[in-house]
């Protein structure tokens, strides 16, 4: 890279005297290694008359020595200033859009390449160059074009096949860019981005430890590569390492303040951290940076979602996919804003667009299932989640979401199958795991396997002995099984553990009730409304237990508070009239049943109920009649009454 405006001059490389016996600090400003460059070249220029001869060299040298140490803006300088002392060399110009691209000043930057191609056609050099600006444009497959253009002239060029597999990565073709970078290696080149192509490319394919191996190779070479770390930044979050993460884009960012790429990075990782407005402040940063970067618009766009301003995120979307109309994330993101627009149409057909972009990326099956779900589709979204699985097998998420669409579908044997992929797939996540274990369990339960759903209960509990959920899923085994005790000391854990966890004080509840202690059932209740205090149900339940411990009066203030949120409530109507039968008010007692009986005709309780009131008002015909109705429909009636 030093030598290319010698090597573009053969006249001025003639008339310039030979570097063998070259002074120390024209040796050190022709040295590879930029900070002696920099000290060397400064020298000779600081040398005036006595190395006058050597000063666009020094120009150009200090040049390229300052972009090696990230200093765009004294490169600038210099690079014009070379410019000045030799305008006709094509080199030079390849430095001075050097410059302008590190300074994301790309008009400027193409404008200075172009010269440098008209000057030196037959050089790779600025084409290789111009590749990279418009890639940097998002405009890849003019990029594409050039390194094309570039390896005709030199098919050896192996930054040209670097430059091209970063093109390539950017249209999608991960086993092309592949291909390129190895047969950059096979030169023997050195570039770093080899290992960041390969990188990519594992992370793509949703191998993310090799990822990380290559991001660590690339990065173990060339400590301060800031693609690197951007990259490393990315496959972290992916595998929920996201304090490195945060780490690496930051340094990144440190490294190179005036680009965009780490910020958006640095945004994708706090995107999985759910830290959304410090995401947004990164995506905002990255696109003020470069208004021209998609990938900024797409973060910036994803944290307004999740942020809940739907219109602002569908802006940001539509400014992503215009800026690059192949950005398949953009597409998903806007399908996102359109799904929170509930404008599933327009969702369904956003996310299709993205897998016609992207057709191996997994999340979009995945995102297109989510939305084919709430347009009441299951059976689309049954596929698409098995095209999901087809290209991440290894995501245990994925069996999971599958297993949910199949429960949708009533399919038991079927979930329970991908719930036990998800069990062996969550072995590396305990939270994860926890989850899936409980679902089987619920899942074995419903099946009436008992066996297999205690197992996995006990399994749940085993990998976190804090936590609530097991202990009331264990709690509804014990239900099921008649151990009263066994679950009301369950569901009494799951409470000591976690004290606003409402389903162990609604299972308790019924525990209490079903061993007939109703104050401690109303009890539990009580502690719900604190929790909810707006709940019909909870209110209804708590008037039902009130009422079979006694307390007449108390419990109808609960039933009128439910009544009030909700009076079209059978079981609510139907515990009212059971308390005006205890306070014997008859008249009342026939009313609240009346209207339980018409909201549901075939309610044992409120027919047998009724018949009592019945009798207390002297209606003996219509008494025997409501009493036998309820003993048809259910026969128990009599020893379930009022317990």
Do not use: H, K, M, W
């Given at each position: 890279m030093r030598r290319l405006c010698l090597l573009s001059s053969?006249?001025?490389?003639?008339?310039?005297?030979?570097?063998?016996?070259?002074?120390?600090?024209l040796a050190a400003c022709e040295s590879h290694?930029?900070?002696?460059?920099?000290q060397g070249c400064g020298a000779v220029l600081d040398a005036g008359q006595d190395m006058e001869a050597y000063d666009f060299e020094a120009r150009n040298n200090r040049a390229l020595a300052e972009l090696e140490l990230h200093q765009p803006q004294p490169a600038l300088a210099d690079a014009l200033a070379g410019i000045a002392l030799n305008p006709e060399n094509g080199g030079i110009h390849v430095t001075l859009a050097r410059a302008y691209l590190a300074l994301h000043q790309l008009p400027e930057a193409l404008a200075a390449v172009n010269q440098a191609q008209a000057l030196i056609p037959n050089s790779p050099a600025p084409l290789v160059l111009r590749g990279e600006i418009e890639l940097s444009g998002n405009d890849w497959r003019a990029?594409?074009?050039?390194?094309?253009?570039a390896l005709a002239l030199a098919p050896d060029d192996d930054t040209a096949l670097i430059d091209r597999a970063m093109a390539e990565l950017a249209t999608g073709d991960m086993a092309t860019a592949l291909a390129d970078a190895n047969q950059a290696a096979t030169l023997g080149s050195t570039d770093p981005r080899v290992h960041l192509v390969r990188g990519i490319a594992a992370a793509a394919a949703g191998h993310s430890e090799e990822a990380l191996r290559e991001d660590n190779a690339l990065l173990q070479a060339s400590p301060d590569d800031a693609l690197g770390l951007a990259a490393r930044s990315e496959v972290e979050a992916r595998l929920g390492q996201f304090p490195a993460a945060l780490a690496d884009a930051s340094r990144a960012i440190a490294l190179t303040p005036s680009a965009s790429g780490p910020y958006v990075d640095r945004a994708f990782t706090e995107l999985q951290m759910r830290?959304?407005?410090a995401a947004l402040a990164d995506a905002q940063k990255a696109a003020q940076l470069n208004p021209r970067d998609a990938a900024a618009f797409t973060d910036k766009s994803l944290a307004e979602a999740a942020l809940e301003r739907p219109d602002a995120a569908l802006a940001d979307a539509n400014q992503a996919v215009t800026l690059d109309p192949g950005n398949a994330i953009g597409f998903d993101a806007r399908a996102t804003a359109a799904l929170q627009k509930n404008d599933l149409t327009a969702a369904l057909a956003d996310e299709s667009h993205a897998i016609s972009l992207s057709p191996s990326t997994p999340g979009f099956y995945e995102k297109r299932a989510l939305i084919e779900l709430a347009a009441h589709q299951p059976q689309p979204a049954l596929a698409?989640?098995?095209?999901?699985?087809?290209?991440?097998?290894?995501?245990?998420?994925l069996y999971l979401q599958r297993a949910g669409v199949e429960d949708q579908l009533k399919q038991p044997e079927a979930e329970i199958k991908d719930l036990s992929q998800a069990v062996d797939k969550a072995g590396g996540d305990p939270k994860l795991l926890y989850h899936v274990l409980l679902l089987r369990a619920g899942t074995y339960s419903q099946m009436h396997q008992p066996d297999l759903a205690l197992q996995d209960v006990t399994r749940a509990i085993a990998l976190d002995a804090k936590a609530p959920q097991a202990y009331a899923a264990r709690a509804m085994l014990e239900q099921a099984g008649g151990q009263t005790t066994a679950e009301i000391a369950d569901d009494s854990k799951a409470i000591s553990l976690d004290p606003r966890y409402q389903p162990a004080y609604e299972d308790r509840a019924i525990a209490y009730g079903n061993a007939h202690k109703y104050a401690e059932a109303a009890a539990d209740e009580g502690q719900l409304l604190k929790l909810r205090p707006k709940s019909a149900p909870d209110l209804n339940n708590r008037c039902w237990f009130l009422a079979l411990d006694g307390k007449?009066?108390?419990?109808?203030?609960?039933?009128?508070?439910?009544?009030?949120?909700?009076?079209?409530?059978?079981?609510?109507?139907?515990?009212?009239?059971?308390?005006y039968l205890k306070l014997k008010d008859a008249k009342r007692a026939i009313v609240a049943y009346d209207q339980a009986l018409k909201l549901d005709p075939h309610l044992a309780s409120s027919l047998y109920g009724r018949g009592l009131a019945e009798q207390d008002a002297g209606d003996q015909d219509a008494a025997k009649a409501d009493l036998a109705l309820a003993r048809q429909y259910d026969p128990r009636i009599e020893q379930e009454f009022g317990s």
């Open positions: 053969l006249a001025f490389l003639a008339a310039a005297p030979a570097f063998a016996d070259a002074p120390p600090a290694d930029p900070t002696a460059a920099l990029a594409l074009a050039d390194q094309n253009a830290d959304f407005p698409d989640l098995g095209s999901a699985i087809a290209f991440a097998p290894d995501d245990a998420r007449y009066s108390e419990a109808l203030s609960y039933c009128q508070q439910a009544l009030s949120l909700n009076d079209s409530d059978a079981a609510t109507q139907d515990s009212t009239g059971y308390v």
